[in-house]
């Protein structure tokens, strides 16, 4: 398998398909992208999420929607879900309508007044865990160890579960009324102009599903995304959603004879393997996004990184460098994605070690995530921040080994080596001693 693995990165990677002029280089760029996407649906992360999400949508999906009723009620267009709630099942062939209708007969009987207090919680809780395991998905793809902070959570949650269905319903109504006006409808007389249209009003929904993506793309990952790569991904993961429409409902139509086989359990078999292609396919084009943002990884795929014990220490008085630094300028300030961008390192990489600086009183950070000293920079001394990587969160025996003598010994000398080169200097002395140099 290794060897398999070795020969295919040889080839997407090589000059093979590059010594064919453009045509070549541009048949190996898109054969990396879709090779690197396939790599990382096998290797299990993806799938496993999207199974995932499956559970907690089983589990949300009243309370969603009965989010979005009453928020839409408010409006006096609530009705107007209905069917695109449909539109969205549609591939599940006559079950499903089936499913539609229990939905919504599933979130009319949702009385506010028949929730207790601890019935209205999980209500609330379950509409929210939603959000926040697409959240925590779209996090693994981009590499992004640390979620937001509680109250940016509540705050963005809410919006999505609030804002979101009224921008949908009034986007589609926007569409239908545009469809219906004297300039289309003029428009549609012309011979050659009417199969364009034709064409547009198909493609509508299937272009609404790549704006839902984009958007979830652009906002739901705590880092900065660029615009671009989220659109890349949006469209990707809108056509992908329309041929697995199509493939799908294919094979439930001539399947029926199968499905019956499981009688009762055929509605819920199909609907469970619809959610968790759209998941798939969701997650899918969020990794799209990032290989497009970041090409680099495209290689190397997504693994864990391994930092040996020499780079953590570097990165430990790096990270209280760059945020002591970004404290002393008043016009500047720091936090983990800055972080990642000037160490050039992934996030994920940094968030343990952060961690472990906050744990110990040397790291502190605000509700917007910026990232501040933990206590007067000259009472940090350098030595306490090694201490961090090199003497603590060990998770091996419940207690201290027994070393060797002479393995002590080789050890001891190491710790008084390390000790005596940074001495008892502090961060501030650091600092002074890099600002004396840059100004000399």
């Not at 398998?1 to 280089?25: F, H, P, S, T």
């Not at 994605?337 to 110990?360: F, N």
Request: glycine content about 8%.
């Amino acid at each position: 398998m290794l060897k398999l693995r070795n020969w295919i990165d040889g080839l997407m990677w090589g000059d093979g398909l590059e010594q064919y002029g453009v045509a070549g280089r541009v048949a190996a760029v898109i054969l990396r992208y879709v090779y690197a996407l396939i790599r990382d649906m096998f290797a299990g992360q993806l799938m496993m999420r999207s199974m995932s999400l499956v559970y907690t949508t089983l589990l949300s999906i009243v309370p969603l929607i009965a989010f979005s009723f009453s928020v839409l009620k408010g409006f006096g267009i609530h009705n107007q879900l209905e069917p695109y709630l449909f539109k969205a099942l549609e591939p599940l062939g006559p079950q499903g309508a089936d499913i539609t209708q229990q939905v919504i007969d599933l979130v009319d009987n949702v009385k506010g007044g028949v929730l207790g207090g601890v019935s209205l919680a999980f209500f609330i809780y379950t509409a929210i865990s939603m959000v926040q395991k697409v959240e925590e998905s779209f996090n693994y793809v981009w590499y992004v160890a640390k979620r937001r902070n509680l109250a940016r959570r509540l705050t963005e949650y809410m919006a999505v579960m609030l804002i979101g269905p009224v921008v949908i319903v009034i986007s589609l109504t926007m569409i239908a009324s545009l469809e219906s006006s004297w300039l289309i409808q003029v428009l549609q007389g012309v011979p050659w102009i009417e199969p364009i249209i034709a064409v547009t009003g198909k493609l509508t929904p299937y272009l609404l599903i790549a704006g839902v993506f984009t958007f979830l793309y652009r906002t739901m990952p705590n880092t900065r995304v660029h615009m671009k790569s989220a659109i890349v991904g949006g469209m990707a993961g809108g056509i992908m959603w329309a041929t697995v429409s199509v493939i799908f409902a294919t094979f439930i139509l001539y399947s029926a004879r199968t499905l019956q086989i499981y009688s009762g359990f055929a509605v819920a078999i199909t609907t469970l393997i619809w959610l968790y292609l759209n998941w798939l396919i969701l997650l899918v084009g969020a990794q799209l996004a990032f290989y497009h943002q970041n090409p680099a990884f495209l290689r190397m795929g997504h693994r864990q990184p391994r930092l040996s014990n020499a780079m953590r220490e570097r990165l430990a008085l790096n990270i209280m460098f760059l945020v002591g630094h970004a404290f002393r300028d008043s016009d500047k300030t720091i936090n983990v994605r800055a972080l990642a961008r000037k160490l050039k390192i992934p996030s994920i990489a940094l968030t343990p070690i952060i961690e472990g600086l906050e744990a110990d009183g040397l790291l502190t950070s605000t509700e917007t995530e910026l990232l501040l000293p933990g206590r007067e920079m000259s009472r940090i001394p350098l030595r306490e921040i090694l201490a961090t990587v090199r003497e603590h969160g060990e998770t091996g025996s419940y207690r201290h080994p027994k070393w060797t003598r002479a393995i002590e010994g080789i050890g001891a000398d190491v710790d008084a080596a390390v000790a005596a080169t940074v001495g008892e200097q502090s961060l501030a002395d650091l600092l002074d001693k890099s600002e004396a140099t840059a100004s000399a």
